[in-house]
């Protein structure tokens, strides 16, 4: 099982970025962001396979761009124009069973421990 390692979260105020990072202790066909705020379900954010395919959730599509370093075997988050609805526990996953998706969060065999993204208004 693929071991994951996130950094980058904080707190920003609306309309700010940041960068969150993913660092994976092998090599991984699929790998994805997902949020989970208190109260609510998972959900996902965007993925990238290690061919370069993204995809990306309506609510950030154009402020959040993924992007991987495959040599580092390490995953990036550039979030952008954040929102306070944007504030969340964010969470790396990585080869899910059979597709790369954003659902369903089950699939995902390996996961992060999650860094904190919160976003003032």
């Known amino acids: 099982q693929v071991q994951l390692v996130e950094s980058g979260g904080g707190s920003v105020q609306a309309g700010g970025s940041l960068r969150l990072s993913c660092k994976a202790s092998a090599d991984s066909w699929c790998m994805a962001w997902f949020r989970q705020a208190p109260g609510k379900e998972r959900e996902g954010v965007a993925y990238?396979?290690?061919?370069?395919?993204?995809r990306y959730a309506d609510d950030v599509k154009g402020r959040f761009t993924i992007s991987q370093d495959n040599a580092k075997n390490t995953v990036y988050l550039q979030m952008s124009s954040l929102k306070p609805e944007d504030t969340a526990m964010y969470y790396c996953?990585?080869?899910?069973?059979?597709?790369?998706?954003?659902?369903?969060?089950?699939?995902?065999?390996?996961w992060g421990q999650g860094t904190q993204v919160t976003v003032a208004s």
């Open positions: 990238i396979t290690r061919g370069g395919t993204t």
């Open positions: 996953a990585a080869d899910p069973a059979i597709l790369c998706s954003l659902t369903p969060v089950s699939a995902y065999k390996s």
